[in-house]
């Protein structure tokens, strides 16, 4: 049965506005344009591939075999097109018969907006589709057309032609997007609305009263899981128990401030379990009284439509009092004095927990009544304490976001449970076969790998943060700023990506691995998120000290952006001579078949690289066999002097060099990964043999405690 004619046309537009996509993706890979920064979900079809051999045809690249085909390659085009222009037909066609029956007004003004809720849902995850789609496409041509010799070839002219065009669709793709995003917000708005409106209609609200609340004592604990497996729980919360008892019975005073614990990381970090955890140790303690709360998304208290904050932590206090949990949490209500009388009456020491009070409260948002409420009720008066969970960290010298105004109380915070014993980690369950580089990809977070092996999307998690609207250059200084050295400044535009970091027993920001992979991805550091990537393969055998490698080199690069950036010579392990006026770095990876140092520095004054003097790279050989060194830095100053060449030779473990290692011409650092805490001499058989304190300074925030030390060989 042949289609309508309108359908026809249809396919033919949708046909055409998908081959226009591709061709915006394929220009800015050949231009070398950031591509647009989403995860690859979908692999690229056999378009993708014919799109290549058509333009190699076009420019008289192909060999004679591809030319015999060239029939074969122009029908499995036409057809996959065809194919992908049916899907696509039917699956907008399927999407737009449910939304229409979704927008059929029913008897139940709710289910209408439920409906509607259902349909925007649907619109912003086939946008979100379309757009990783495109991503894929993205990085599978650059990998193929940055192969290419000639960046100046007709294919590269022609690709500079199309991008004018195709820029357009571009963009109307990315704002179909975000209206699909808005749609969304919208609707799901209208629906709680009514839905509140229809529920408070049904069932009025409860006012608490001292009667209804039971003794701190008679409380139980968040009904989480605490099991075997679970990895650092134990070294964490005698930490955090020990913090509690020494800041619990104090009071302020007018020269001192009780500090609140703050426990910060990421999304699937571990905070629940860990603050679950803890609320047991507590109460274990003799006169202690713990008071766990949540703002979870999954299981906490939600915060109502026309509540105040107040309200809402009030009620989630409430609520866990309360001898008889209510099967309705949103129908109970509890005032600020009916809840301070009660705990006044109480004969103990009170801790409130509150899990992910981020949720409540988002870092930037004063909210004075809460402050004000913390701080009078568990900060100032001696006997009480504040504990609680963030994934949105904040500069620890003050804490303005949860107790108002400013203030020179500090915040304590500790790190999570983490580790980097692969035998630990090894336990827990479905990661029986974890690697070394799985490890330390994760940055050695136990929830994260857990989560990881359910499935989680981390990189879906990077995708859908907002990112700040500021110069990618700036961005990148602060990246590489907290990468190295941890500190967190506020108002910089880094901050929106809080989320994705932790927070160390120092108050460090420590970015975890598997994002700062996907922030160099976002900032065209496309070579370093590669090396971070392979970690996970290149790293996969424990005993062949590759992670070590890995790590090194990865210092290496983020030392030189650093050094470019601050206009100095940066960390003294890079070697590099005073005032360098760094203007451009270079990362690259050295092919297999160089196997020699004279080889690699004759395969890199072949690279086409822009003039830009004084340049710096750092050099990754890929050769198992290339000898003495498995780092090389490079400085130029100009394009016909002298090259300044380093190299770092990485020993997983305490190895030295030996006679065979002997270097006298080339400038050389042996990097332990053992390494003693002092030196008698900093020189061996003409190698640099910095202390372990001098190789953790040169590795910095992130990288210095994620090598599994006891897995070195």
């Not at 199309?162 to 629906?191: D, G, H, I, R, V």
């Not at 990506?497 to 932790?502: Q, S, V, W």
């Not at 990362?587 to 890199?604: M, R």
């Amino acid at each position: 049965m042949s289609r309508p004619p309108a359908t026809s046309r249809k396919v033919r537009l949708l046909a055409l506005f998908l081959v226009s996509l591709r061709a915006t993706q394929t220009a800015r890979a050949l231009l070398g344009a950031g591509a647009v920064p989403f995860p690859r979900s979908v692999p690229p079809g056999i378009w993708a591939h014919n799109l290549l051999a058509r333009r190699a045809k076009a420019d008289g690249t192909l060999d004679g075999g591809e030319a015999e085909d060239k029939e074969d390659i122009k029908a499995a085009k036409e057809k996959d097109d065809v194919e992908e222009a049916k899907a696509g037909f039917d699956q907008g066609s399927r999407i737009k018969a449910v939304d229409e029956a979704a927008s059929a007004q029913t008897a139940d003004p709710v289910e209408d907006a439920k409906q509607d809720l259902d349909a925007a849902k649907r619109q912003r995850n086939v946008a979100l589709r379309g757009l990783e789609r495109a991503e894929a496409l993205a990085e599978y041509l650059q990998k193929q057309l940055l192969e290419l010799e000639d960046s100046s070839s007709e294919k590269a002219k022609q690709a500079k032609k199309e991008l004018k065009e195709a820029e357009t669709k571009l963009k109307e793709a990315e704002t179909k997007l975000e209206k699909a995003k808005k749609e969304l917000s919208e609707a799901e708005q209208k629906y709680e609305a009514k839905a509140s409106v229809q529920a408070g209609r049904v069932q009025a609200i409860k006012a608490v009263s001292g009667k209804d609340l039971q003794n701190l004592r008679s409380i139980s604990g968040p009904n989480v899981t605490i099991e075997d497996w679970m990895v650092g729980l134990g070294r964490c919360g005698e930490e955090c128990l020990k913090d509690i008892q020494t800041n619990a019975p104090k009071s302020d005073c007018h020269v001192d401030r009780v500090p609140p614990l703050m426990l910060s990381r990421c999304m699937r970090g571990g905070k629940t379990t860990f603050l679950a955890y803890l609320f047991k140790l507590v109460k274990a303690e003799s006169g202690y009284l713990p008071i766990f709360i949540s703002f979870n998304g999954i299981s906490g208290i939600q915060r109502k439509k026309g509540e105040s904050r107040l309200q809402t932590i009030l009620r989630a206090i409430a609520v866990t009092l309360l001898s008889a949990t209510p099967t309705d949490t949103q129908s109970v209500s509890c005032d600020e004095d009916t809840l301070s009388d009660h705990l006044d009456r109480q004969n103990g020491i009170i801790v409130l927990m509150i899990d992910e009070l981020n949720l409540l409260v988002p870092k930037g948002t004063r909210d004075d009544e809460v402050a004000s409420f913390l701080r009078k009720v568990f900060l100032i008066r001696e006997n009480r304490y504040l504990v609680f969970t963030t994934h949105e960290p904040f500069d620890g010298s003050q804490i303005t976001e949860y107790i108002g105004g400013y203030s020179p109380r500090g915040v304590i915070a500790r790190d999570l449970p983490r580790s980097v014993n692969l035998t630990e980690q090894r336990g827990i369950p479905e990661c029986r076969a974890l690697s070394a580089g799985n490890l330390i990809f994760f940055s050695g977070i136990p929830s994260l790998l857990r989560s990881w092996k359910q499935q989680y999307n981390f990189q879906a998690r990077f995708q859908q943060l907002t990112k700040p609207d500021t110069t990618p250059d700036l961005l990148l200084q602060s990246f590489v700023r907290e990468f190295l050295k941890g500190e967190r400044l506020q108002g910089d535009a880094i901050r929106a990506f809080d989320c994705l970091t932790a927070t160390s027993d120092q108050g460090e920001v420590r970015w975890i691995l598997c994002y700062a992979a996907q922030m160099c991805s976002y900032l065209n550091q496309r070579q370093l998120a590669d090396w971070i990537n392979r970690l996970q393969i290149d790293a996969s055998d424990p005993l062949s000290g590759k992670g070590w490698e890995v790590l090194v080199v990865l210092a290496a690069a983020f030392r030189c952006l650093d050094a470019m950036a601050c206009g100095d010579a940066g960390h003294p392990l890079l070697g590099l001579p005073p005032n360098p006026s760094i203007k451009a770095c270079y990362f690259l990876d050295v092919p297999s078949e160089v196997s020699t140092l004279d080889a690699a520095l004759e395969w890199w004054a072949g690279q086409d690289i822009p003039p830009t003097f004084p340049l710096v790279a750092v050099l990754n050989p890929l050769c198992s066999t290339f000898e003495v060194f498995d780092c090389i830095l490079l400085y130029q100053r100009e394009e016909l002097g002298v090259r300044h060449v380093r190299g770092f030779q990485q020993k997983a473990g305490n190895t030295y060099p030996g006679e065979a290692d002997r270097q006298d011409k080339v400038d050389c650092v042996w990097m332990q990964g053992k390494a003693a805490e002092h030196r008698r001499s900093e020189q061996a058989k003409g190698w640099t043999l910095p202390s372990s304190g001098e190789i953790r300074a040169f590795l910095g925030a992130a990288l210095r405690d994620l090598f599994p030390k006891e897995l070195d060989t």
